[in-house]
């Protein structure tokens, strides 16, 4: 299948359109003009049922979706042309028009709960065909107007910012990111089962690749990949790859090395930090294998270490906020699921850049079900290694 590349494309996805006319239980055609909700939270924390009940106690709309209430109304306008759009609206099981705010709500549980669209309906007071079509028409509108919260550093000054937060969170000089990947599980029936998703732990998985900064926003990501893929393949098969081949990505300004050791007009270049399952390139740093490393080694892979820690723990917060992708997805979409994964990052990436603090008093945990990387066949040809080393060893500030 032909995998999502969210962040580095400039071709506008093709959309599958949502059906406009809905089951008679969850929406109608011909819309009335919506009432204003004074006190939406409150009318609508009163319709929690079952495991949502006791949100009814401390009725705070942190409670439930763990984010503020500031962030969940910049995202609402992203989407109310389209979830209001006056062809069709929604209803709950009692036949009242949904607004913009339960649609959103309704959405946003769906993905970050990671319940079916059974217990979200009968959670919520609606029928689990209007859970369905609510939250890929959100998904559809996030995917549209949301992209622009997920995309590569476009002018020389958000580049240098992000090569010098990167610095100071892992002393690596001149670095443009960290590069993971990790499966996205998924069950399915002896009928649908497929060797090719099948992983090195005999799961079956998606693979998701992203490229994370140092604050763990989402700078690339491509998803859709079967889990039965190395690293290494993924990344050679993305238009990340080609558009680094053409020059068109870690292009930017290089290091000078201030060293009279060094040939004259020698400059290290930007690149990425990747773990084992990455092939060393020109502009992909992995670390040193062996037993027997030197002082430096060590220390060059202790700070590529942490850099891959940074991405780890963006994957970690990333599932546990967006639960949908984060236990085993029972018979997804193949061709929704990369759309889906897309709009969680896109997500991740709102809660960052709007410093939500309701997020930023989350605590951070680590994902103790990473896979072991299959090993990338490893040669220093390139030298980048020994100049990133030199430059470590020299103790330079790349920002004087």
């Given amino acids: 299948m032909r995998p999502l590349r969210g962040g580095i494309s400039k071709k506008k996805k093709k959309k599958n359109k949502v059906e406009t006319k809905f089951d008679p239980n969850g929406s109608q055609v011909s819309a009335p003009s919506l009432p204003h909700t004074l006190d939406w939270w409150n009318e609508f924390s009163n ?5 949502l009940s006791e949100v009814k106690e401390t009725a705070t709309f942190e409670s439930l979706f763990k984010f503020s209430r500031k962030t969940f109304n910049y995202i609402c306008s992203f989407v109310k042309d389209d979830l209001m759009a006056k062809s069709t609206y929604f209803i709950d099981i009692h036949g009242k028009p949904l607004s913009l705010n339960d649609c959103v709500a309704i959405a946003l549980r769906r993905l970050s709960s990671g319940d079916s669209l059974s217990i979200v309906g009968d959670s919520l007071g609606v029928h689990q065909s209007t859970v369905a079509q609510i939250t890929w028409r959100f998904v559809e509108s996030m995917e549209e107007k949301g992209l622009h919260h997920l995309r590569w550093p476009v002018t ?3 580049n ?3 090569k010098s937060n990167f610095f100071d969170k892992t002393g690596l000089p001149n670095c443009c990111g960290a590069i993971s990947t990790t499966h996205i599980l998924m069950s399915f029936s002896l009928d649908e089962s497929n060797g090719v998703w099948c992983d090195s732990e005999n799961k079956h998985s998606m693979l998701l690749q992203a490229i994370v900064g140092s604050d763990m926003r989402f700078l690339d990501v491509v998803a859709g990949w079967p889990g039965s893929l190395s690293d290494s393949v993924v990344l050679r098969n993305s238009s990340f790859y080609t558009l680094v081949q053409e020059s ?9 090395m201030k060293s009279e050791e060094e040939e004259p007009g020698k400059e290290l270049g930007e690149y990425l930090v990747g773990g084992e399952g990455f092939p060393l390139l020109p502009w992909l740093l992995t670390p040193y294998r062996g037993k027997e490393l030197s002082d430096s080694q ?3 892979n202790k700070r590529i270490s942490v850099a891959q820690v940074i991405a780890e723990r963006a994957f970690t917060r990333l599932k546990e906020n967006w639960r949908i992708i984060q236990g085993v997805m029972w018979r997804p979409d ?10 969680c990052c896109i997500l991740h990436n709102i809660l960052i850049d709007f410093e939500d603090e309701v997020q930023m008093n989350m605590p951070v945990s680590h994902d103790s079900s990473l896979y072991k990387p299959r090993a990338c066949k490893d040669n220093d040809k390139c030298g980048l290694r020994e100049m990133v080393s030199l430059q470590l060893s020299r103790k330079l500030d790349p920002r004087q």
Avoid: A, H
């Fill in 156 to 158: 020389e000054s958000e």
């Fill in 334 to 343: 193949k061709n929704r699921l990369p759309r889906i994964i897309l709009v």
């Fill in 47 to 51: 319709r929690l049922t079952g495991s």
């Fill in 248 to 256: 068109k990505r870690l292009s930017g300004k290089k290091m000078k």
């Fill in 298 to 300: 060590v220390g060059l």
């Fill in 160 to 162: 240098e910012d992000v």
